[in-house]
């Protein structure tokens, strides 16, 4: 989802499951979890560590985690600017994602 969503926010935008709030906020929520459980594993379990060369720590986390520090930045942004009043009328249920930090 992420490779695929930071180039182009068409599959945010222009969708119609918001219409289905509880089912919208959720995948947000889903989506949070399964990447808060990625980020929890070990760099080698993960397949992050070179075999190979240069052995910086993290190099390879450090760049997803700011690929997707980015996009996190930016989704919250187009659920707040599009979907918002959609929370307001659900009981103050937000979509947003939380994949690099807890709720």
Known sequence: ML????????????QEEYCNWDSF???????????????????????????????????YRGFILSLLSKWETEVN???DECFSEFADME????????ATKKR
């Open 77 to 79: 942004e187009i659920l």
């Open 91 to 98: 009981d103050g249920k937000e979509a947003k994602l939380f």
């Open 3 to 14: 490779l695929f969503g930071h180039r182009d926010d068409s599959w945010l935008r222009d």
């Open 25 to 59: 906020e959720q995948w947000f929520t889903d989506l949070s979890e399964a990447w808060q459980s990625v980020l929890e594993q070990d760099d080698k379990v993960l397949g992050l560590v070179r075999e190979r060369g240069r052995q910086e720590v993290g190099h």
